[in-house]
């Protein structure tokens, strides 16, 4: 999750925290390029590493089974990806092909230009709100569907779950997905290490400056990110939309959001081993960062989610509904087999499966 850190200066930190309605100099000039002219945006993306941990091309799969009206698929990209995008694309076809069914990915643009962008710009419920109504306007999802992410394209659907779900989600497969959200930033870190002094140092200058309130509306990314630090703060319980989703605040709890997840009849969570891109990978299952410090991240079970049941986690857990997998390398790397198998194994129910050609 490549944020503002790259975006932001000591200086437009400082401006921000003298004057919370004004954005800092970078971010701002950031929203002017987005309101202006977004392909400079577009073009400072694809200087980044971002573009190499977007998803890659698959093989179209070659099912011998006997399929039995498997229901739509909606596919959710990461960011700096896109559903206008070749590996998107592949995905979503090969999945259709895969099931026998209807697939489709769903952008929050109209345009890969567009669609890359929002990944970014376009705040986190926002999206959703976008991504709602796409779903909701194509007749071949009515019925519910079958939901498959990518980074935070994960996000996107679980903000779907619990604030709208209907059409209902069916079965949920997040890879490498930021469901519980970010505790730092790539390359910073080292899975199964503690953080060093430069990745908290990083972390505590964007902890204040992720739950202003302008922030919360304009940066994704800001939108998932929880700092362990400042879980408690008024800040966050008021401004993070995470914290919202997680019904964290206890004078501001949204049963919607529980009933809506406890709909969902099976999520298949996915963590890769190596991930450089989420810190904790344990937030790929569930789990997060303890409140109060970076320690050693805490399983799905002994967080205060599942504990206090506070969405629902525990209700889902002990329906039988919470199913964990692992890919042994980094960010987005999986091969065609390990995809078409989970597709098979949480969209189709076969757990005896063929061997998988592509």
Not at 249 to 277: E, H, I, Q, R
Not at 286 to 312: H, I, R, V
Not at 318 to 326: L, R
């Amino acid at each position: 999750m490549k944020l503002a850190p790259l975006l932001l200066t000591a200086g437009g930190l400082c401006a921000l925290a003298a004057n919370p309605t004004e954005l800092p100099t970078n971010l701002k000039i950031l929203k002017d390029l987005f309101d202006n002219s977004p392909e400079d945006i577009l073009a400072h993306i694809e200087a980044t590493p971002l573009k190499a941990k977007i998803v890659r091309e698959v093989e179209m799969s070659t099912s011998s089974m006997s399929l039995d009206s498997a229901l739509p698929t909606v596919t959710g990209h990461g960011m700096g990806d896109s559903c206008f995008e070749p590996g998107m694309k592949s995905i979503t076809k090969g999945i259709g092909s895969r099931t026998g069914s209807y697939a489709v990915c769903i952008p929050t643009g109209n345009n890969i230009l567009s669609d890359t962008i929002n990944g970014f710009l376009m705040p986190m419920d926002k999206s959703i709100d976008v991504f709602a109504a796409k779903i909701r306007a194509d007749p071949k999802l009515a019925g519910g569907f079958n939901a498959i992410g990518f980074s935070q394209g994960n996000s996107l659907i679980r903000g779907y779950i619990h604030r709208y779900n209907d059409p209902p989600v069916n079965t949920f497969i997040s890879v490498h997905g930021t469901v519980m959200g970010v505790a730092a930033f790539p390359q910073c870190f080292q899975q199964g290490k503690p953080l060093g002094l430069i990745c908290k140092a990083l972390a505590e200058v964007l902890g204040d400056l992720a739950y202003n309130g302008l922030v919360q509306n304009i940066l994704f990314q800001a939108d998932y990110y929880r700092d362990p630090k400042r879980t408690n703060s008024q800040a966050y319980l008021k401004h993070s939309q995470i914290a919202r989703w997680n019904n964290e605040d206890s004078t501001n709890v949204n049963a919607t959001y529980t009933a809506n997840f406890g709909k969902v009849k099976k999520f298949a969570m996915v963590k890769a081993l190596k991930d450089s891109m989420v810190f904790p990978n344990q937030c790929e299952h569930w789990g997060s960062e303890p409140d109060g410090s970076f320690g050693e991240p805490l399983t799905m079970n002994e967080t205060k989610f599942y504990k206090q049941n506070l969405f629902g986690l525990k209700d889902a857990d002990a329906a039988g509904k919470i199913f964990y997998e692992t890919t042994p390398g980094d960010h987005l790397q999986f091969s065609d087999k390990e995809l078409y198998g989970w597709v098979d194994k949480y969209f189709l129910g076969k757990t005896d499966a063929p061997e998988i050609q592509v």
